[in-house]
Nanobody, 125 residues
Framework: QVQLVESGGGLVQAGGSMKLSCAASGRAFSSYVMGWFRQAPGKEREFVSAISSSGDSTASADPVKGRFTISRDNAKNTVCLQMNSLKPEDTAVYYC??????????????????WGQGTQVTVSS
């Protein structure tokens, strides 16, 4: 069983940066694909970024490519999301998620069996 706890959210001005962290409990962390998803008010949850279990592969959604970077430290059981050049449309609750399944489905929220409680990110214009 993996438990996930996000931290690092808050309020930032447009153009600013913010780093989200996700701390995982459990010995299986290094075998999990880890992802970040977000959900804005009135919208469905959407994929943001994912990283393979080894960290060798990453993927990001088009709206955040070139601005967000995902990373992980398997020794510390953490995954981070560095967000730069933030825009008001990045405002959402951000969720950390873990999947024991294949990397091939990293963008599918249904493929993730473990979720954090979410952290609010608000970008002011």
């Amino acid at each position: 069983q993996v438990q996930l706890v996000e931290s690092g959210g808050g309020l930032v001005q447009a153009g600013g940066s913010m780093k989200l962290s996700c701390a995982a409990s459990g010995r299986a962390f290094s075998s999990y694909v880890m992802g970040w998803f977000r959900q804005a008010p009135g919208k469905e949850r959407e994929f943001v970024s994912a990283i393979s279990s080894s960290g060798d592969s990453t993927a990001s959604a088009d709206p955040v490519k070139g601005r967000f970077t995902i990373s992980r430290d398997n020794a510390k059981n953490t995954v981070c999301l560095q967000m730069n050049s933030l825009k008001p449309e990045d405002t959402a609750v951000y969720y950390c998620a873990g999947s024991s399944g294949s990397w091939n489905y990293y963008g599918n929220s249904d493929w993730y069996e473990h979720w954090g409680q979410g952290t609010q990110v608000t970008v002011s214009s």
